[in-house]
């Protein structure tokens, strides 16, 4: 069917016949049900149609097992649409009324859900909500909240009406979702309640106590109201940013609250544009599996991949595992194919180099600093730190700039590794200062200096540590984001432990290239994390690519013009290099120490012209030709490779080199 049109007689046809026994499986014993119910769930993800006019085989019954009744509810809720809606929201109100707690959450959840799927059909949901919190249930009214924000956030400014009757029940929410949709709403609608600033106030009475969920939701809300309603609710923003800040151990909660403190005193309309900024629509359906995901499943119906809704490869271990990924099946590409999914095909072929991440997957807040695995090859990396600037006039009182203290810079230059504030000495010298963090507080009294180097094949990662806090300093740990060329370390992190106060320690970190890979922006950047038993501290360098060139690069000459040859002439970037009065073999011999190898020298018209290759760590080739006029300080370099996105990088290893090193 994969590679039929879906409109045809044949697949129609086909749709009939499959139905029938697929219904009749679930007139067995309940095990079996649960087990055909399974693999129907993603029958109906890939094919609703095929049991578009068997909802009724759905409805629950009342000696069905849970785990039964849980998924046969799923299956109806994919089912529905604007034609059995009725029925099916009918259904839904009498299941919220049975005994069985679990299934009656899922069941008002199921209701939201309708809601969001059929747009049509979202007002008689909401007043089945309304008539389902007016029971004074406790868990119905905790989840008819939360799935009301959901329908808030499908339909905007359409059904606030009902908000007075949320409030009302405000006393009788207990549970951190609940809790936190609650405030949501309190806060998106602030400026429609007229005592907005005093529910939310009520929560803030017990804030330590709340679960983070409801401190995170609460502190934002409170932010929303202050922009809506900024001179009645000054003093409620300030308390909310100081418990957050000040009182709060918590390193999610006190970040966000030091970013809304730093855009309220920086900017108040960059604040509104961030906080109140449109959100987007949530999805019809967000609990669908991936799409390839589930084609993959689909050709495994009727194993247990199908029931654990999980490939194999996730719960077969060993050799076994291995069988499996030989063996794993596809489904065919269907002929009907628009110029949306040609677009995919070569966005995914430009992938294969660099992988591409959504931007939440290189947040180095996510980094576990526990346990690590570490990688047993080599790898390597420079650096460049990027400023963060944080010197802002509080507009809310005086707490803000005492809290964060001055504002500082972090930064790098030459191929050494210096953090702070002023620029880095001299080749081959390490410069040194406070390692500010993300905001600016200052470096709680460790210092860092470093370089990149390559030895023996392996990159290396030199630091000195110095002590400048009162108390001595252990437990040190170091972890890398994912990054476009895998670095990770080789081994821990050996510094002097403990490292006593006004002490400095040196310490050598290998790295590897083995490490899991993220394309990122700049393609160099590198996120690091050091952490010892006071504080971690993030930030972030920019490698020069001249420490990613291995020793294997030099190409014989005959491959070399078969590949310059072979890559297009669009893919050339020609530079100029000023102020090197050098010889040809100078540079040659100054480049060859940083692995790019000369493979052919020629002199035309009393030019000289090297021919020069150069590999990275994950394998990706440069081609380069030097024109070099003796007695000229100016040479011109030609790049060339199949991968655009390092010939930046490329260009600045050579001025690098040839006028630092």
Same mark, same amino acid.
């Given at each position: ?50 049991? /578009? ?100 956030? /499908? ?70 109201? =202050? ?369 790019? =190898? ?28 030097? /024109? ?34």
């Amino acid at each position: 069917m994969e590679l039929m049109d879906e409109s045809s007689d044949f697949v129609q046809m086909l749709f009939r016949k499959l139905s029938p026994p697929l219904v009749t499986l679930l007139s067995s014993e309940p095990e079996i049900q649960y087990v055909a119910l399974r693999n129907i769930n993603l029958i109906v993800q890939k094919r609703p149609k095929i049991l /578009k006019n068997e909802l009724k085989v759905f409805f629950v019954k009342y000696n069905d097992p849970i785990y039964v009744k849980l998924e046969k509810l799923d299956i109806m809720i994919r089912l529905t649409n604007a034609q059995n809606i009725a029925q099916v929201l009918a259904e839904l109100k009498e299941y919220a009324t049975e005994v069985d707690v679990d299934f009656v959450r899922k069941a008002v959840r199921a209701i939201g859900r309708c809601a969001i799927k059929v747009e049509s059909a979202a007002e008689k949901c909401v007043s089945t909500l309304i008539d389902l919190i007016q029971t004074k249930v406790n868990y119905v009214v905790q989840e008819a909240v939360v799935v009301i924000k959901d329908i808030f956030r /499908k339909y905007p400014n359409k059904y606030e009406s009902i908000i007075s009757t949320l409030c009302e029940n405000l006393d009788s929410l207990d549970e951190p979702e609940a809790r936190a949709s609650m405030i949501w709403i309190i806060g998106e609608y602030a400026e429609r309640i007229d005592n907005a600033d005093e529910l939310l106030e009520s929560f803030l009475e017990g804030f330590h106590d709340e679960n983070t969920q409801v401190q995170l939701q609460l502190l934002t809300a409170i932010v929303k109201l =202050f922009l809506k309603k900024p001179t009645e609710t000054q003093e409620l923003v300030q308390n909310v940013l100081s418990l957050a800040t000040q009182d709060s151990d918590n390193p999610d909660l006190r970040d966000r609250g030091y970013i809304y403190w730093r855009l309220l005193s920086t900017d108040p309309a960059a604040a509104k544009e961030v906080v109140l900024a449109e959100k987007p629509l949530i999805s019809e359906e967000t609990d669908l599996l991936e799409p390839s995901l589930l084609d993959e499943l689909v050709c495994h119906i009727a194993s247990l991949a199908s029931v654990y809704h999980k490939p194999p490869s996730a719960f077969i271990e060993g050799r076994a595992a291995g069988i499996s990924a030989q063996r794993r099946k596809n489904l065919p590409t269907s002929p009907f194919r628009g110029p949306d999914d040609e677009q995919n095909d070569q966005q995914q072929q430009q992938q294969r180099v660099f992988p591409s991440g959504e931007s939440m997957a290189n947040d180095l807040l996510n980094l576990d600093l526990g346990p690590t695995t570490y990688a047993p090859s080599p790898m390597n990396m420079p650096s460049h730190s990027q400023p963060v600037s944080t010197g802002a006039i509080d507009l809310l009182g005086d707490g803000l700039d005492g809290l964060l203290g001055a504002s500082s810079t972090s930064d790098m230059g030459g191929f050494g590794l210096s953090f702070g504030g002023s620029p880095p000495g001299p080749a081959g010298t390490s410069s040194m200062n406070a390692l500010g963090d993300i905001f600016g507080f200052g470096s709680k009294g460790m210092e860092i200096s470093g370089t990149f180097t390559r030895r023996n094949g392996q990159i290396v990662m030199e630091m000195e540590f110095a002590n400048r806090a009162m108390q001595a300093m252990t437990d040190f740990a170091v972890q890398f984001n994912k990054n476009s060329f895998g670095i990770v370390p080789a081994q821990p992190l050996q510094v002097q432990s403990p490292l006593p106060p006004s002490v400095t320690s040196n310490a050598v970190l290998p790295l590897a290239t083995t490490g899991p890979i993220l394309k990122m922006d700049p393609l160099t950047n590198l996120q690091v994390a050091i952490k010892n038993n006071i504080d971690v501290f993030y930030f972030s360098i920019l490698l020069p690519m001249h420490v990613l060139f291995v020793e294997d690069g030099e190409m014989e000459k005959r491959t070399f013009l078969a590949t310059w040859k072979d890559i297009p002439q669009a893919n050339e970037i020609q530079y100029q290099i000023h102020d090197l009065p050098m010889t040809s073999d100078e540079i040659s011999g100054k480049l060859r120490g940083s692995n790019i =190898f000369t493979v052919a020298k020629r002199n035309v018209d009393g030019q000289d012209l090297l021919y020069q290759s150069a590999k990275l760590t994950n394998g990706i080739f440069m081609l380069s030709e030097l /024109k070099i006029q003796p007695g000229n300080p100016t040479i011109t370099l030609s790049l060339k490779t199949r991968t655009m996105d390092i010939i930046p990088g490329v260009y600045e290893s050579y001025v690098g080199i040839l006028k630092h090193h």
